[in-house]
């Protein structure tokens, strides 16, 4: 089964997921600078969401693994057994090319390789949300530092968190 190469300038980048699809894109690409202190907030669950998304993906990808071994040997045993029964003689090399181009086989390879496929697009989302994590973290001390280094307790993050950004001078809870 051919599939055709994807074209990457109309990517659709997202993940359906119970029904609902994610726009990964939107969620992992932007950072809404009006509300760092929400962003900063919220990175830290969606890590965590689409990290055991992507542990999910790699469990399946084991028992699609799994899956072919399975059928691969089920497959070879019975061409074996049909190929004695008519008197052929047999060799590893005959019973691992017909096992190979059984349709069997060839449907739960394919199955892995959608596993496989799945598993990579969620690591890459993964990375991203790591990516967005530090540059968030990058942002909060850069911006702290654009305050005068005026940290709560030391901390560049806790400094935003209690309302304090360039526009928002000393603003209180």
């Not at 659709?12 to 907030?41: K, M, P, W, Y």
């Not at 990579?120 to 990058?138: M, P």
Request: a neutral charge.
């Amino acid at each position: 089964m051919a599939r055709e190469p994807v074209d990457m300038t109309t990517a659709d980048v997202s993940v359906t997921l119970g029904g609902r699809t994610h726009d990964v894109v939107r969620t992992l690409a932007e950072i809404n600078f009006d509300n760092l202190r929400d962003e900063v907030q919220k990175v830290g669950g969606t890590a965590i969401w689409w990290g055991v998304l992507y542990a999910r993906a790699s469990a399946e990808v084991g028992r699609a693994k799994l899956r072919v071994e399975i059928v691969e040997g089920q497959t070879a045993k019975q061409i074996r057994r049909e190929r004695n029964n008519a008197g052929e003689k047999v060799t590893d090399k005959i019973i691992d090319e017909e096992t190979s181009l059984h349709v069997d086989v060839q449907t739960v390879k394919e199955e892995l390789i959608k596993a496989e496929e799945r598993a990579n697009i969620l690591r890459a989302v993964q990375f991203a949300v790591e990516q967005k994590q530090r540059t968030l973290t990058a942002l909060s001390a850069s911006l702290a530092r654009e305050l005068g280094a005026n940290h709560v307790d030391g901390d560049a993050l806790r400094t935003l968190q209690h309302g304090r950004t360039p526009d928002r001078r000393a603003v209180r809870d």
